[in-house]
């Protein structure tokens, strides 16, 4: 049960990761185009969860995360709460994140 005090730390990472560091003049804006232009078109797969979706990115790290924490323990139920809600929580950062720039802008 420890377990689910990650999910709000793994969706913060993944839109920290996926959004905000990607942009203009950020340090991991060369990678992000760099992987984009690899993996886009072709291995967009791969591109997704690596960098270019904070859902699918969240989604992975969780669900990997979890079965890593909880090997000895596995319970299927609980694996896919985890998992989306961590999902649902980054979609909810996603949304709160771009209502905070449209306020910036304006």
């Not at 990472?13 to 232009?37: G, N």
């Amino acid at each position: 049960m420890l377990t689910f005090i990650y999910i709000p730390f793994i969706s913060i990472f993944s839109l920290v990761w996926c959004w905000i560091l990607t942009e203009d003049s950020m340090i991991t804006e060369r990678l992000y185009l760099w992987l984009k232009s690899k993996l886009e078109d072709k291995y967009n797969w791969l591109y997704l969860p690596l960098i270019g979706c904070p859902k699918c990115n969240a989604g992975q790290i969780a669900f990997w995360l979890f079965i890593y924490l909880d090997y000895e323990n596995y319970n299927l139920l609980h694996h896919i709460f985890f998992t989306t809600t961590t999902i649902f929580l980054t979609s909810l950062l996603m949304k709160f994140y771009i209502k905070i720039n449209q306020n910036e802008r304006d």
